[in-house]
């Protein structure tokens, strides 16, 4: 991918730098098996949860099968959000991973052509602007036997959309899953910020450190043209693995 947003000065080669390893690395593959082309995922949204979310995004890449994992990480994870009631779908289209509650469902991954009924079906999800999450901080854990693993979730919310936000953070959850720094049993704890600044951030932004966390990293919605840190998630593997 070239041609990347040259971003802010204060940060901006640090952002620029760690853009353009993840692009690399997604270049490169996870090296885990077969290569289907253009996969993608849609994700039904009723009503928003944050929890819930975040912990069906972890545990849906978790599910995913070993032969669709490498063609959807090379896509970068594309996903869609689409608003409707996932039960009133689901005999045409059924889903993968479907929450507890019945308000969020994932299907895929698969071809575009795949998807393209459902997303003709439903609208895009909008939800409101600013996205409106939990004040406090919030723990999550994916499902599975107790693992003892922690990861910390750093997210920017300042004038970001709903919309926006799915996008970020499914990103960001997914694709940690699927180059394993995230796995079931693990306790996700997320904290919301207006802003990620990239300089409190300078380790988890290093190129060294890549292969050892995630980041997301995209145009700011004020300024396309000006790269942003909207998410950093850094695994603490002390308390389970000795």
């Not at 730098?17 to 993608?40: I, K, Q």
């Not at 990620?196 to 966390?213: K, N």
């Amino acid at each position: 991918m070239s041609g990347l947003p040259a971003g802010a000065p204060a940060g901006a080669a640090a952002l620029r730098a760690a853009a353009l390893s993840r692009v690399a690395a997604v270049r490169a593959g996870l090296g885990a098996g077969p290569v289907p082309r253009g996969l993608g995922v849609a994700v039904v949204v009723a009503d928003l949860d944050i929890a819930a979310f975040v912990r069906g995004a972890a545990q849906f890449a978790v599910g995913v099968p070993a032969d669709l994992r490498e063609g959807w990480y090379r896509t970068f994870t594309r996903t869609v959000f689409l608003a409707g009631r996932p039960e009133a779908v689901a005999v045409r289209h059924p889903h993968r991973l479907v929450t507890p509650d019945g308000n969020l469902a994932w299907y895929g991954p698969a071809a575009r052509g795949a998807l393209l009924p459902l997303s003709r079906l439903l609208r895009s999800f909008q939800g409101p602007r600013p996205v409106e999450v939990p004040t406090g901080p919030l723990t999550v854990t994916v499902p599975g036997p107790p693992s003892g693993r922690t990861a910390q979730v750093s997210v920017a919310v300042g004038g970001v959309s709903t919309g926006a936000y799915l996008v970020h953070v499914h990103h960001l959850i997914a694709e940690a899953v699927l180059r394993g720094l995230v796995g079931p049993g693990d306790t996700l704890r997320v904290g919301h910020r207006r802003s990620l600044d990239p300089a409190q951030f300078h380790d988890a932004l290093d190129p060294a450190r890549a292969g050892a966390v995630q980041t997301r990293i995209a145009g700011s919605g004020s300024d396309p043209d000006r790269l942003a840190l909207f998410g950093v998630l850094t695994p603490d593997r002390s308390e389970g693995d000795h």
